[in-house]
C-alpha cells in the first residue's frame, strides 16, 4: 500500500490518479475527508490525519509500504513552513519507520539548504536530512516553482477581474516546471528500485520571468488586463511589520522579494540525460490543459 501525504494538493491530486493505474492500494492522508471523499473506490482508501500530530498520523500508517510526502505549507493556511515542511516531515518519517514502511518518497525543493535565504528551502532540508538518517529507503524529488501554482497566483486574476499584481519588477529569470512532471518523476520512484537512495533535480524546460510567464499566459489563453507592480522596498517592508501579526503572509512576502532578486534559474540538461523519457513541459503546453482558450477560471 502506498500513503499519500498532501493528496489533495496540486501535486496530490495529479499524483492518485497516476498511481492507481498500476493497480497497487492506495491510502489519501487528509485534515478534511469530505473533501477527498470523491476520490475514494475499492483501491483508494481516505484516512483522516493532520501531520502536524505524530499520534494521529499512526492509523493511517498501518499496512504501508511507501510513503510519498507531498505536502507543503506555502501558499496554503494550515500550518507554517516549519511545522508542516519540516516537523510534519519528520512526524511522517518517524511514523513510517515505526510502522515499517520500506520506502519514504519526499518533495524537497531545488536549491534546498542550511543557509537558504528562503525558509521554505531551508524546512525542505531539514527533512532531507530527517529522511537520509532514518531507517526507511528514501528518494528525494527537488522541483522548482510549479508552472500550475503561478499560472493560478498570476494569471487567473486576469482572467476573473483583468489585473493581476507582480510582485517586485517581474524580471528575475526563474525556472518553473509542470507539476504533472513531478507526478511523473514520483511514479518512476515508486517503480525504479534503482531510484533508491537517488536525489533528482526536478527543473522544466524554461527559466521565465514574471513578466515573460504573464506574456505566455495571455497569448495562450487570450486573457488581458493590468499589471500592477508592487516596489521591491514596499515588499521588505510589509514583511517587517506583517511577520508579528501575519507571520505566514510576512514570510509570503519575503519569499516573493526574495524570488525577484536571488538566482533561481536551473539547466535541466544533466535531468534529461539521466531520465530522457521524462521530457519536461513548456509553460504553452500546460495553459493549453488547464486554460483552454476562453476559459474564465482554471480546470
Do not use: C
Not at 143 to 152: I, K, L
Not at 183 to 196: G, I, M, S
Amino acid at each position: 500500500m502506498i500513503l499519500i501525504a498532501g493528496a489533495t494538493g496540486s501535486l496530490g491530486s495529479r499524483l492518485t490518479p497516476l498511481l492507481s493505474r498500476r493497480g497497487i492500494p492506495l491510502r489519501l492522508l487528509v485534515r478534511d475527508p469530505a473533501k477527498a471523499a470523491v476520490l475514494k473506490t475499492d483501491l483508494i482508501q481516505i484516512a483522516e490525519g493532520d501531520v502536524r500530530s505524530l499520534p494521529a498520523l499512526e492509523p493511517a500508517m498501518s499496512g504501508v509500504s511507501t510513503v510519498v510526502s507531498a505536502i507543503s505549507a506555502f501558499g496554503r493556511g494550515a500550518g507554517s513552513t516549519r511545522t508542516v515542511d519540516w516537523e510534519g516531515n519528520r512526524n511522517l518519517i518517524q511514523a513510517a519507520e515505526a510502522a515499517g514502511a520500506e520506502h519514504f518518497i519526499l518533495i524537497s525543493v531545488h536549491g534546498a539548504a542550511p543557509d537558504h535565504p528562503i525558509e521554505l528551502f531551508r524546512m525542505k532540508y531539514l527533512a532531507e536530512q530527517a529522511l537520509t538518517a532514518s531507517k526507511l529507503t528514501w528518494t528525494i524529488l527537488r522541483p522548482n516553482a510549479y508552472f500550475e501554482t503561478w499560472a493560478m497566483l498570476l494569471g487567473e486574476p486576469l482572467l476573473k477581474s483583468g489585473k493581476t499584481m507582480v510582485f517586485g519588477r517581474g524580471e528575475n529569470p526563474i525556472n518553473f516546471v509542470s507539476v504533472r512532471d513531478v507526478a511523473r518523476f514520483v511514479d518512476l520512484a515508486v517503480a525504479d528500485p534503482t531510484l533508491r537512495g537517488e536525489v533528482i533535480e526536478v527543473g522544466g524546460p524554461q527559466n521565465l520571468t514574471f513578466n515573460r510567464f504573464l506574456q505566455i499566459f495571455e497569448a495562450q489563453t487570450g486573457a488581458s488586463g493590468v499589471k500592477r507592480h508592487v516596489p521591491r522596498p514596499a515588499m521588505r517592508v510589509a514583511s517587517r511589520l506583517l511577520r508579528p501579526i501575519k507571520p505566514m503572509l510576512a514570510q509570503q512576502m519575503r519569499t516573493a522579494y526574495l524570488m525577484d532578486t536571488i538566482d533561481m534559474t536551473f539547466d535541466p540538461s544533466e535531468t534529461l540525460r539521466l531520465y530522457p523519457t521524462l521530457t519536461p513541459t513548456p509553460l504553452a503546453d500546460v495553459l493549453a490543459q488547464d486554460y483552454p482558450r476562453g476559459t474564465k477560471a482554471a480546470n
